[in-house]
């Protein structure tokens, strides 16, 4: 199937499936020297180009990204270049492509990448380099920002609201891969639970993929079977089939993570543990414009912007009655325990052990 993102075309006229062809065959040339394309270096206002690892259409981070840097192109005027990485291989070929190509910022996405960009980061020093949802580097680059994100304080008030919430007293997350970060939301979805009630149960299970909605919903539909009646969805293209699965029956209750998801599920989708990477993408890049970009690593948590839990304003219109009523009348103790986390009143810890 083709994405939009696939044709899209960049104020230079390439679209984005030849470059990366071309940064395929240039993979597959590998030794054999480097690439100039002289036209991206001559651009007005510089390159800046964004490299992801999931394919776009996920309704989730990626879609966010691409039009949190087309959004910002238009407001600073410089030329993007937006490449799907889809083969590890050809990493740190697309990277050494980009920056031979004059790119002034490289973002990419996610753990996979640091590796080449550590390599690469020191022999571009006119690069600022931005890897999203990362691991600080020690030692750190100058020239080279890692951002993590503390979702797993978002997952708490999931859990601290799931757990108000099901009448059947079973919660469920599913994630995409056991990576560090998303065992601490599990972690933390188990906490919050058990300070409600210690009866409150949790299924958890990974897909395997952050772009299997098939197995997204397969898992659900077990668990729903199994009587869960709330899950929190940690698996970007995943989700989609957690929330298919929520639809194909009542009372049934997910906790998301990107207002596009609202429109896939308006009568399950009652939550977010939003996590905002298309404002993160835009905040890091316009630093990265400025001088104000130091490199090293940011961590960012509640009350930032890009990280809340928020009740769905489409589910409180089209979600049924008595959930939306009893989801209004707990909200208060949420929104209290949101500001005990952000103030240091409440820590909740960051466990990656499951």
Same mark, same amino acid.
């Given at each position: 199937m083709t994405r939009n993102s696939d044709i899209e075309r960049t104020k230079g006229g390439v679209s984005r499936r030849s470059f990366l062809q071309t940064s395929l065959g240039v993979a597959a040339l590998a030794g054999a020297g480097t690439v100039a394309w002289p036209q991206f270096a001559a651009a007005e206002g510089g390159l800046v180009a964004l490299v992801h690892t999931q394919a776009a259409g996920d309704n989730g981070p990626i879609d966010s990204m691409i039009?949190?840097?087309?959004?910002?192109?238009?407001?600073?005027?410089?030329?993007?270049?937006?490449?799907?990485?889809?083969?590890?291989?050809?990493?740190?070929?697309?990277?050494?492509?980009?920056?031979?190509?004059?790119?002034?910022?490289?973002?990419?996405?996610?753990?996979?990448?640091?590796?080449?960009?550590?390599?690469?980061?020191?022999?571009?020093?006119? #690069?600022?380099?931005?890897?999203i949802f990362a691991d600080p580097v020690d030692p750190p680059i100058p020239n080279y920002e890692t951002v993590s994100y503390d979702y797993y304080l978002g997952c708490y008030l999931s859990g601290l609201f799931g757990a108000k919430m099901s009448k059947s007293g079973k919660l469920g997350y599913i994630g995409g891969v056991s990576l560090p970060p998303l065992n601490a939301d599990v972690n933390s979805i188990k906490a919050a639970a058990a300070a409600v009630d210690a009866k409150v149960t949790l299924a958890a299970a990974f897909a395997g993929s952050f772009q299997d909605p098939a197995k997204g919903h397969e898992i659900a539909s077990q668990m729903f079977q199994d009587g869960v009646d709330y899950i929190q969805t940690d698996g970007a293209a995943t989700d989609t089939g957690v929330i298919q699965a929520a639809n194909e029956g009542e009372g049934r209750m997910v906790s998301g993570i990107s207002p596009a998801q609202y429109k896939i599920g308006p009568k399950t989708v009652a939550a977010l543990v939003?996590?905002?990477?298309?404002?993160?993408?835009?905040?890091?890049?316009?630093?990265?414009?400025?001088?104000?970009?130091?490199?090293?690593?940011?961590?960012?948590?509640?009350? #930032?912007?890009?990280i809340d839990f928020v009740l769905s304003p489409v589910w409180q219109e089209q979600g049924p009655k008595d959930l939306v009523d009893k989801a209004k009348s707990i909200w208060p103790e949420i929104e209290k325990a949101k500001a005990d986390i952000i103030s240091g009143a409440l820590k909740v810890p960051f466990n990656t052990t499951l």
């Amino acid at each position: 199937m083709t994405r939009n993102s696939d044709i899209e075309r960049t104020k230079g006229g390439v679209s984005r499936r030849s470059f990366l062809q071309t940064s395929l065959g240039v993979a597959a040339l590998a030794g054999a020297g480097t690439v100039a394309w002289p036209q991206f270096a001559a651009a007005e206002g510089g390159l800046v180009a964004l490299v992801h690892t999931q394919a776009a259409g996920d309704n989730g981070p990626i879609d966010s990204m691409i039009a949190a840097l087309k959004k910002l192109s238009g407001e600073k005027g410089f030329q993007t270049r937006i490449v799907y990485a889809q083969d590890a291989a050809t990493y740190e070929t697309i990277f050494k492509s980009l920056a031979d190509a004059g790119a002034s910022i490289i973002a990419a996405t996610f753990n996979e990448v640091a590796e080449p960009i550590k390599a690469l980061a020191p022999q571009y020093p006119n #690069t600022k380099w931005i890897q999203i949802f990362a691991d600080p580097v020690d030692p750190p680059i100058p020239n080279y920002e890692t951002v993590s994100y503390d979702y797993y304080l978002g997952c708490y008030l999931s859990g601290l609201f799931g757990a108000k919430m099901s009448k059947s007293g079973k919660l469920g997350y599913i994630g995409g891969v056991s990576l560090p970060p998303l065992n601490a939301d599990v972690n933390s979805i188990k906490a919050a639970a058990a300070a409600v009630d210690a009866k409150v149960t949790l299924a958890a299970a990974f897909a395997g993929s952050f772009q299997d909605p098939a197995k997204g919903h397969e898992i659900a539909s077990q668990m729903f079977q199994d009587g869960v009646d709330y899950i929190q969805t940690d698996g970007a293209a995943t989700d989609t089939g957690v929330i298919q699965a929520a639809n194909e029956g009542e009372g049934r209750m997910v906790s998301g993570i990107s207002p596009a998801q609202y429109k896939i599920g308006p009568k399950t989708v009652a939550a977010l543990v939003a996590l905002d990477f298309g404002q993160s993408l835009y905040n890091e890049v316009s630093k990265a414009l400025g001088p104000d970009f130091k490199g090293g690593h940011l961590a960012t948590g509640l009350g #930032t912007g890009v990280i809340d839990f928020v009740l769905s304003p489409v589910w409180q219109e089209q979600g049924p009655k008595d959930l939306v009523d009893k989801a209004k009348s707990i909200w208060p103790e949420i929104e209290k325990a949101k500001a005990d986390i952000i103030s240091g009143a409440l820590k909740v810890p960051f466990n990656t052990t499951l």
